[in-house]
């Protein structure tokens, strides 16, 4: 059995000490036997957390084969993301959580959404009276979350509206909590957020219609939001594309993604917890959480609160220890503070996942 031994300034308790990895897990009980150091300066965090991808989607197909989706987890575990949140998959994507050499993966089912109201096959389409069923049925699936579908282009009205009425959606969320799981949900739009707040969603994905009166709604609540700047910066093309046929779609489209950074600034400013999502899987490749960081430094929000967003926070949030006592050693070390010196996060001078050095 060899013993690594580890010597850095520890975050978030910024305390510089020694740190031992047997049979993988971390201890700072001073280790008596041989050991090999494998880093004896600079910055030690818990592996990087991307909230939001979909292990299994690609951007021109589903990746239903357990080589591809090998592949892009590991594009995730090389960029420093040591835990993923799978945020809805329409294959199975469990093969992943039998390989030590992967990040953690926490898996949320399928995504529930109303028939021909999201995108073709990605989805479970229901109807109202067959939602609750379905959260329970995903519920089931998952490892302890599911992903509902809160708005979409409703092609009726030409624009983005909600799928669910807010009293179904209150049914289908409290269920959801008595069987002990946590709800996502995705939503571009103003018009759907206040019936899914006051549901008691546990996360909202992109977000981008956040307003003052919304943000104000989910302060005191335990609802965070995972913007996937990344991802909103597709919005002009998306809007591109629907410029003949829906005009008001595309127009609000354009407008969501021009007050993106100001609505996700204003909501962290309003001390609404944000954390690190890349949506990769979906029009983006795997393998982006550093270039999500940046995006949210970008838009005004503190880097050590980015940092700690992209790290120890979210592995709270999502129930998985970080750098603890006896905790499984998921570790990224950094030449200098990334929360100081964000290019750092590009350049790991070691990488640890479950007690072996990957880097």
Known sequence: MTVWHLRGVFLPDERERDAWIVDGRLTFERFAGPAETIADRGWVLPGLVDAHCHIGLAPDRFVDDLDGQVGQA??????????????????????????????RLIRAGRHVARTRRYVRHLGVEVEPDDFVAEIETQAARGDGWVKIVG???????????????????????????????????HVFGEDAL?????????????????TDETIAQLQGTDTVVVPTLINIDTFPGIAAQGD?????????????????????????????PIYVGTDAGGTLLHGLVRDEIRELVGAGIAAADVIAAASWRAREWLGVPGLDEGAPADLVVYDADPRVDLSTVDS????VLRGAVIR
């Open 74 to 103: 590991l594009a995730d575990r090389d960029a420093g993301a040591l835990l993923l949140r799978d945020a809805g998959s329409p294959v199975d994507n469990s093969g992943v959580q039998a390989r030590d050499d992967l990040p």
């Open 151 to 185: 708005d979409w282009i409703d092609r009726s009205v030409g624009d983005l509206a909600p799928l669910w009425p807010d009293d179904l959606l209150k049914t289908a969320v409290g269920r959801a909590h008595e069987l002990g799981v946590r709800v996502a949900v």
């Open 194 to 210: 206040p019936g899914l707040i006051a549901a008691g969603v546990d996360s909202i994905e992109h977000g981008t219609g956040l």
């Open 244 to 272: 003949a046929r829906y005009p008001t779609y595309s127009a609000h489209m354009r407008a969501l993604h021009a007050t993106s950074r100001a609505r996700v600034r204003a909501a962290w400013e309003a001390g609404v």
């Open 348 to 351: 790991p001078r070691r990488m």
